[in-house]
């Protein structure tokens, strides 16, 4: 099946400020704007405009909301928090979207003390499924108080998500009938409900398009509302940030099936690449 781009539309968040002081996810976002509502905004610089703050970072506040671990094994509200941090000289580089995991804390934690000063100073959200089958509040509880626990899985026990999963393999292995097949908004066909529920954990923001197969017309290339505004910038895994998770799905489909999701927001460069400097550019 050919994929192709609609004509006014470009995949990659490669932001500009217009003369309206609004950031535009790309020049043809701010082209498709003009043509929409009649107007003549130019480009007054690349980059996103300046926030009130005066914020060079590029990664405006209170727009990503959503947890990410951060390579020194902490959990942080938001991309947004994670940039705060470069921002005033710690080079963290974000892991993936949602908290840290056990293992994750394990690799980066030297010794069980710091491990436990965390668990008794520092409140986090987090939770994680143990072997017990007890929910415990972040993984510095779990291996500060039960090391000898494992992590069954991330996520408070008997999550919706982990549910789900447990139904796709009962179908899969003939131990439950499969209600069918549904179309997400990836443009696939899941073997049920259940498949499309568990793949959510490795993409928030994958939902239900119908039930039964998809057909050419759900090809998120086609289906893409057009962007005419700032977008919803997400990471993709190629280090690529996409003007929204429609682009990402479709250059899953156009040009690389192993592209994911990584995380909202921006991509960051790698923090060994980053100066961390607190002035901003000249505009």
């Known amino acids: 099946e050919e994929t192709t781009l609609p004509p006014t539309w470009s995949p990659v968040y490669l932001p500009v400020c217009g003369l309206d ?39 405006d506040v209170g727009f990503w909301k959503d947890a990410v671990c951060a390579s020194n094994g902490r959990t942080y509200p938001s991309v947004t928090a994670v940039a705060d941090m470069r921002r005033f000289g710690q080079c963290l580089d974000v892991l993936h979207d949602g908290g840290c995991t056990v293992e994750e804390v394990r690799e980066r934690m030297k010794t069980r003390a710091e491990i436990c000063e965390l668990a008794r100073n520092f409140y986090e959200y987090n939770p994680v499924c143990g072997n017990d089958d007890i929910s415990y509040a972040n993984p510095y509880i ?17 999550c919706p998500e982990h549910k789900a999963c447990q139904a796709a393999v009962d179908i899969d292995s003939g131990a439950m009938e499969c209600p069918g097949p549904v179309c997400g908004s990836d443009g696939l066909t899941y073997t049920s409900i259940h498949h499309l529920d568990c793949a959510k954990i490795n993409d928030k923001h994958l939902f239900l398009l119908h039930e039964g197969p998809c057909s050419p017309a759900d090809n998120p290339c086609v289906s893409m509302p057009p962007v005419d505004d700032g977008g919803s910038p997400v990471c993709g895994s190629d280090g690529v940030t996409y003007v929204n998770s429609y682009a990402i799905w479709c250059m899953q489909r156009k040009e690389d099936p192993y592209l994911r999701f990584f995380h909202d927001g921006p991509c960051f460069r790698r923090c060994v690449e980053c100066s961390c400097n607190l002035s901003c550019p000249a505009v």
Request: net charge negative.
């Open 21 to 59: 002081n609004l950031t535009y996810a790309n020049i043809d976002a701010l082209v498709l704007h003009n043509e929409n509502t009649d107007s003549g905004i130019e480009v007054q610089y690349e980059g996103e405009c300046m926030n009130p703050t005066g914020s060079c970072l590029g990664v």
């Open 142 to 158: 779990m291996l500060c108080f039960r090391p000898n626990v494992e992590e069954k899985y991330m996520g408070e026990c008997d």
